[in-house]
């Protein structure tokens, strides 16, 4: 059973600051991952998009990276601001099984920048 | 990307009610899927709905507590039937992107609250 970790859970910076959210899983047979962002009460915005064959994705400030060998992505978000704020969300979809539709999510790193 | 509406966007419902959740999206897809968020929890898949045949739930979830509708391509229903306390939740809508990289989009959630 594919699990997905987040850490931090939480992570507070202030404005400017580089920061980066790491996410683990334990099954590499992904197809692909995916960050998404989920403000308070908030349904999710896709961030970044990383099929298994890749090894980053780029949008703006932010930066994705996949190391399916390790089980290990990271978010890295350049020069943070305060509209950062919000959860961050990693989730995962597995290869095969007949379950390739299911996206496994992690429990999310609550971010606040502060001013 | 798919733009994906839900109506209602937050309810206050008494226990042993019941609620309809409505999901339209913009554009025809296979596929439709249908996620909780307990209080402080990631998203967990309720079930998938595919047009024209029964709904597929996932364990811990039955039909009679969560039916789902799904009478054409670009809409769908969920119902919180007899509803307690513990079902006091964000449910969110999701569809994958049709060009082939399955990414999955969601809309904006229902948020609710059972008394």
């Known amino acids: 059973k594919q699990e997905v970790t987040q850490i931090p859970a939480a992570l507070s910076v202030p404005e400017g600051e580089n920061l980066v959210l790491n996410c683990s899983f334990t099954?590499?047979?992904?197809?692909?991952l995916q960050w998404f962002r989920q403000d308070p009460g908030k349904g999710l915005t896709s961030l970044l998009l990383i099929q298994s064959s890749q090894r980053e994705q780029t949008s703006g400030r932010l930066n994705a990276s996949l190391d399916k060998s390790s089980g290990r992505s990271t978010l890295y978000i350049a020069a943070s601001q305060p509209g950062d704020s919000a959860t961050y969300l990693c989730a995962v979809r597995l290869l095969s099984g007949g379950s390739n539709y299911k996206l496994t999510f992690g429990k999310g790193t609550l971010l606040t920048v502060n001013p | 990307s798919a733009v994906i509406s839900q109506k209602p966007s937050r309810d206050i419902c008494q226990r042993g009610t019941s609620l309809t959740i409505q999901c339209q999206v913009d554009?025809?897809?296979?596929?439709m899927f249908w996620y909780r968020q307990q209080p402080g929890q990631s998203l967990t898949l309720i079930a998938t709905?595919?047009?024209?045949?029964?709904?597929?739930?996932e364990s811990g979830f039955v039909i009679d507590k969560f039916p789902i509708s799904r009478p054409n391509l670009t809409f769908s229903t969920l119902t919180v039937s007899n509803m307690s306390p513990e079902d006091s939740s964000i449910y969110l809508c999701?569809?994958?992107?049709?060009?082939?990289?399955?990414?999955?989009?969601f809309g904006p959630g229902t948020r609710l609250t059972v008394t």
């Open positions: 554009s025809q897809v296979t596929m």
């Open positions: 709905a595919n047009q024209g045949s029964e709904a597929t739930y």
């Open positions: 999701s569809v994958e992107g049709g060009d082939g990289t399955y990414e999955q989009y």
């Open positions: 099954d590499s047979a992904i197809y692909n």
